[in-house]
């Protein structure tokens, strides 16, 4: 894949294979998404904005398609096309394209497709599309320490564990402060075998 050096935040990038496909996040994907505010609040347990109900939700989009208007981060929601219905979302964030680096994360899916493989194949793409088209070095993904789910998830894809942010940044947990992992994937260990890895894991779904 040929590498670019400028990414433009305006392109409508659409990332798919034959089980996923990731479309930019749209404020009219609040009616898509709305199922999972109303009756899964669960889901945002670790987050550091809320989600849940729909003035809730409505601010979450929003604050994700202003942060694409700034050119910090890419937004997209999850369609899964084995059950033809969506999913929940995920982004690139923290983009700095000067030093080569992202962050991969506010990743969320409604319960009944955690668990399913849905979220490698949408990881295996972001992966893909970060080192090889955005020519990234480095990607980094961080969590609530106490988030056992997602860090199990992180590492299952080949993230390294890097170390532990102590009283990082706030939950919405009523003001309850966190302390976040830091895990990450370098280009270097995505192409010397991290890649094939997860590739043969996603070809099992």
């Known amino acids: 894949m040929a590498q670019i050096k400028e990414f433009d935040f305006s392109k409508e990038v659409i990332l798919q294979d034959d089980a996923v496909l990731l479309r930019p996040l749209q404020h009219s994907d609040i009616e898509n998404l709305l199922h999972f505010s109303l009756n899964e609040p669960e889901i945002w ?114 993230c390294q564990v890097e170390g532990i942010l102590r009283s990082h940044m706030p939950t919405i947990q009523n003001g309850v402060r966190r302390d976040s992992i830091i895990l990450s994937i370098l280009k270097s260990e995505w192409e010397g075998g ?3 890895q997860l590739k043969n894991k996603i070809n099992n779904r």
């Open 194 to 196: 991290a890649k094939e």
């Open 45 to 158: 347990t670790f987050s550091s904005i809320p989600a849940a109900g729909r003035e809730n939700l409505e601010n979450y989009i929003d604050l994700a398609l202003k942060a694409r208007e700034n050119k910090t981060e890419f937004p997209f929601i999850v369609y899964d096309k084995k059950t033809n219905t969506y999913a929940g979302s995920t982004r690139f964030y923290d983009i700095n394209l000067p030093f080569k680096t992202l962050q991969l994360g506010y990743t969320w899916y409604g319960k009944d497709y955690q668990g399913t493989g849905l979220n490698k194949h949408c990881k295996f793409l972001m992966l893909e599309f970060a080192f090889e088209v955005l020519g990234m070095e480095r990607v980094e993904f961080r969590a609530d320490s106490n988030n056992a789910k997602s860090i199990a998830a992180m590492k299952s894809i080949g």
